[in-house]
């Protein structure tokens, strides 16, 4: 899938903080919902494994996961916040809106 133009919000070793402006014409949304674009899930958890294998150098392969979905993501601003824990070798995420989670989970990460 196609990656979001973003800005760097906070960048460490094990931790990258981004924002990503979402307008009704985003790719991300096609077909989901016409007329009322939500993001989907699918598309959240490609995001984070695309740029996780770009910051952290991981292989972006999802062995597992676990996603809450407390609001759905519609256009707009949003922090993407991506934590990576290499000595459980998973990454911990959240998307939120205004200081409000919409999603968040983990994801335990692969091999090729």
Known sequence: MHLPEFTF???????VVVNITLD?????????FPGHPVLPGV??????MQLA??????EPV????QVKF??????????LRIEFEPELNRLSFNYSKEDKT???GKV?????
């Open 43 to 48: 598309v959240q958890l490609d995001w984070v």
């Open 53 to 58: 294998h770009m910051f952290f150098a991981v």
């Open 24 to 32: 009704k014409n985003a790719r991300a949304f096609d077909g989901h």
């Open 62 to 65: 999802a062995k597992d996961f």
């Open 102 to 104: 919409c999603s968040s």
């Open 108 to 112: 335990k990460l692969g091999k090729l």
């Open 70 to 79: 407390t609001d759905m993501i519609t256009t707009g601003s949003i922090t």
């Open 9 to 15: 919000i906070e960048q460490t070793k094990n931790l």
